[in-house]
């Protein structure tokens, strides 16, 4: 089974970085592709990074790409997503998903953590 944790979310002024982790107390983490989704107030869940099983392929959205880093330590059974130059728009909870497939869709996300809030000031 698969069970995420993410951690990391707190407020913070804009241009600052933060780094969020998701850990997974399963057994096969690295069977997984991962992948990280915010959720604004009133917003739809909107897909931000995804990294392969293996780290080798990474993607991310076109509003984040050049900001936002994921990758992944599966000796660790986590995934990271570093966030450099934040605005305002990215405040959001941060919720990190587990995949069978390397994928941008929720629907392809099987397992789901509970969140954690990001919050920018300008």
């Known amino acids: 089974q698969v069970h995420l944790v993410e951690s990391g979310g707190e407020l913070v002024q804009a241009g600052g970085s933060l780094r969020l982790s998701c850990a997974d107390s399963?057994?096969?983490?690295?069977?997984?592709?991962m992948g990280w989704f915010r959720q604004a107030p009133g917003k739809e869940r909107e897909f931000v990074a995804a990294?392969?099983?293996?780290?080798?392929?990474?993607y991310y959205a076109d509003s984040v790409k050049g900001r936002f880093t994921i990758s992944r330590d599966n000796g660790k059974n986590t995934v990271y997503l570093q966030m450099n130059s934040l605005k305002p728009e990215d405040t959001a909870v941060y919720y990190c998903?587990?995949?069978?497939?390397?994928?941008?869709?929720?629907?392809?996300?099987?397992?789901w953590g509970q969140g954690t809030q990001v919050t920018v000031s300008s």
């Open positions: 998903a587990a995949s069978l497939y390397y994928s941008k869709h929720p629907p392809h996300y099987n397992y």
């Open positions: 990294i392969s099983q293996n780290a080798d392929s990474t």
């Open positions: 399963g057994r096969t983490f690295s069977s997984y592709g």
